[in-house]
Structure formats: C-alpha cells, structure tokens
C-alpha cells in the first residue's frame, strides 16, 4: 500500500482549529476560577467603599494673604463624613511653623487621638502657624490621615506673604566721628506693618548714666512719611542725641523702642561709636579696636613691664598733668614720666610705664563676663576730659 504524504494546507487548518480550541477552553477555565477585575476595580469592593466613610472636603489651599513676623495665622478647613460608617481622622506631618488644634474635642481631651465623625456629621480642623523670616512668601501644609480607602491621606495648604513688624533705617546706630566735647545727634526710621500705626511709644538705653549722656524720644510718623516704604501701615521717627562729657573709647549700647500695635512690640537697636577727644592713647599692648590695655595672663613670678603714651593736643594739651587715681588689680603699678612736645609742640606726649612686680598676688580680669577687666582711672588735668579710664585685661597667675 502506498502511503500519500498530508496536504501542507490541510496540516495548516488543522493545526489553526486545534490551537483556537485549546486557547478558548483555557480562557474558560482561569475565568471561572478567577473573579472578574478591570485595573484596580473590583465590582464587590466598590459595593463595601459605597457603604463606608467617605471624607469629602470643599477647599484644601487657603490663600491667606499678609502676616506679620512672629505673628500667629489660622485658618479653619471642614471635613464632611459622606459615607455610611464613621470617619476617623488622625494627625499627620506638619511644615516647621504649622500646627493642628481642635482634636482635643475628641472623647478624653487627648490632642493627639483620632477624631471620629459620624455619617452625615462635618467637622473642622484649625490649622495655625507662626509668620517667620524677614519677609516674603510661605507655604505651610498640615496632613490628616483617614480612613477612607478612597481618601487616605488630606494635605491642607496655606499660602501667603510674611511681611516684617516692624523694619528700623538704618539697623543700626553708628557714630563715626563721636567728640568728647561736642556730642552728637542722629535719626531712626521705623516702620511698622500692623494692622494699627504703633501708639503710646517709649525709648531707652541701658546705659547706667543714661539721664545725664543721652536724650532719646520717639515720635510718630506722617502718613506721607512711612507711604514711601512699601506695605508699611505707620511709623516712628526716632531722635538719639549724645552729650558731651561721655568717656572716651568704645560705645557699645542697646537702644530698647517699645510701642503697641494694637499687641505690645519692644524693638532693640544697636548704638555704636568711639568717643574720641584731645586725649589718646598708643603703645604696644594697646588695642585699638577695642580700646583696652590687653596684657594677657601674666606669671605672678616673673612679673611684666609695657608701656604706654598718652598723647594730648587742642588748646589745653599743656594742661594735662596725669595723676593717677585708681587701678585694678591693686598689683599694677602705673609710673608717669615727663610730660614733651612732639615735633612742633602741636601734640604733648607722656609716657605710662606699666608694671606688674614680681610676687604679685593671682588676679583674673581678663574681660570676659566672669572676670571683668580691670582699670587704670588717671586724673588728667583736661578740662573737657578731666578723668580718663584705661580698661586692663590681664590675668595674673602664681
């Protein structure tokens, strides 16, 4: 018998109708076995979120507009339970300035529990923050977590501007050329950004004779005056004026403004100069920028010898005879020499030689805030500045 070879054609068919076969059988069979789901969606699930809570809220950003440094923003969002089963809410994360109130309403005053809100119910939830920085825009979020498959997670966002309370031009009080002899005089600007022009302002200066060297007073500002800077509602002119008389070296002071706005507002200001005058002093341990003798720790063994030149000029340069007064430690010794014209006789020099004995007993005034510096008060004989105080850091060891 002879055997025929198969039809390639009809091998082709054959094997397409076995395939379709065998693919639809297996297709039946993984979907009875398995429930039916599009992407995420289960028919069954979505039947269980319908009958569960269900957080809905009208806004989620507040634009809250302009707060001022330090001052304290707070804006209330809602929360409405749509669903059929209580809704839980518990605090989330908050941005560095922001905090959330009103959970403490929950069963036990607990700030921290959850809040439940029944079916149908709404609640609110107060988000505060502080206005920080020297001005510009912030965005603050607080987050609450719920139980609401749909809804896990309801991020509040506010926005704004912070705007300064207050801003002082200049920053700061600085007397350049300060005369012994003449005093000085200067003004501050400040303007305030508050929801009133500041009222019943005071000025001070922590200054120990305060009364007698300077003169402060605080006034209001013209509306046409504080227009000019951008966002300001009011303002205060500050008058400084220094008399003469004050010590000569450096001046170092705060300048305390306190005023109300409708709240109360205490501004500092820095006050910095150098009072200088006919009188001066130079030598090789004398720091200038500070104005201080500087000897630094000295072996009470072996002692220490410097020296130092008190220069005079002006009409009374001839008169100053220094004398000394007072010195701290008691273990300084101060020797005065001869008072000579230098050059052209426009300036008279006289020599201080310093001395700390061999022997002397310990001492610590190394001007920090524990251990104060010392002094060297000198009688002068000027009669503008008719007593001069050289402040000594020095510590004496065994």
């Known amino acids: 018998m002879q055997l025929r070879t198969p039809n390639p054609w009809s091998v082709a ?36 979120d319908a009958a569960g809570p269900r957080a809905e809220t009208p806004e989620t950003v507040h634009a809250f507009g302009t707060i001022s440094t330090g001052a304290t923003g707070s804006h209330e969002f809602t929360i409405r339970n749509a669903g059929l089963k209580p809704l839980t809410l518990t605090k989330g994360a908050t941005s560095c300035t922001c905090t959330i109130s009103d959970f403490d309403r929950s069963e036990g005053g607990d700030p921290d529990a959850a809040k439940v809100v ?48 207050w801003k002082a031009v200049p920053e700061a009080v600085v007397f350049s050329r300060l005369s012994a002899t003449t005093g000085d005089r200067a003004t501050v600007r400040i303007y305030t950004f508050g929801a009133a022009p500041p009222a019943a302002a005071k000025a001070s200066i922590d200054h120990p004779q305060a009364a007698q060297f300077f003169s402060l007073a605080a006034a209001g500002m013209a509306a046409a005056e504080f227009a000019a800077e951008p966002g300001a509602t009011g303002g205060l002119n500050l008058a400084v004026e220094i008399k003469p008389g004050l010590p000569l070296g450096p001046l170092r002071q705060t300048i305390s403004v306190s005023f109300r706005m409708p709240d109360p507002v205490t501004l500092e200001l820095p006050l910095e100069g150098v009072v200088a005058g006919d009188l001066a002093l130079a030598g090789g341990a004398w720091d200038s920028s500070s104005q ?107």
């Open 13 to 48: 068919i054959l094997a397409l109708a076995v395939g379709v076969g065998l693919g639809a059988g297996t297709a039946l069979v993984r979907s009875a076995a398995t429930p039916w789901q599009v992407g995420d969606f289960r028919p069954h699930a979505a039947a269980a």
């Open 118 to 165: 029944p079916p149908g119910g709404l609640t609110k939830v107060n988000v505060q923050w502080k206005g920080k920085g020297g001005g510009g825009p912030f965005r603050q979020q607080a987050t609450i977590f719920t139980n609401d498959p749909r809804r896990p997670e309801i991020v509040f966002v506010v926005e704004g501007l912070v705007v300064p309370t």
């Open 292 to 398: 201080v003798l500087s000897l630094g720790t000295v072996s009470g063994k072996t002692g220490l010898r410097t020296q130092l030149f008190l220069t005079a000029k002006g009409p009374h340069r001839d008169a100053v005879r220094p004398v000394v007064r007072e010195v701290v430690p008691d273990s300084l010794q101060v020797d005065i020499g001869e008072s000579k014209p230098v050059g052209t006789g426009g300036v008279v020099r006289t020599p201080l030689t310093i001395v700390v004995p061999p022997g002397s007993r310990p001492a610590n005034n190394l001007c920090s805030e524990q251990a104060p510096p010392g002094r060297i008060v000198l009688d002068t004989g000027h009669p503008d500045t008719p007593t001069l105080t050289i402040r000594v850091c020095i510590a004496i060891g065994p």
